[in-house]
């Protein structure tokens, strides 16, 4: 099945994919809109590792109290 993008626009929605503590170094998950300013895409139902919930697996659309937004 393939991964599905979702499009963000308002950063203050706390999603995973956008959180420092979510362990993705390369930035593979998010993406800018090509035409739209501070408009973000990024691929649903990829988990990787928070460091903030002692390294457990968590859904990039994930929303969290302890987001820290990495842009």
């Avoid at 998950?29 to 649903?44: L, Q």
Wanted: proline share 4%; with cysteine; aromatic share 10%.
């Amino acid at each position: 099945m393939a991964k599905q993008r979702a499009k963000i626009g308002n950063l203050n929605m706390k999603r995973c994919a956008f959180c420092v503590h979510w362990y993705d170094p390369g930035n593979t998950v998010i993406s800018p809109v090509k035409g739209f300013k501070d408009v973000w895409e990024y691929t649903t139902e990829v988990k990787k590792p928070c460091m903030e919930h002692n390294n457990q697996d968590r859904a990039s659309q994930t929303v969290c109290t302890k987001f820290k937004c990495k842009l």
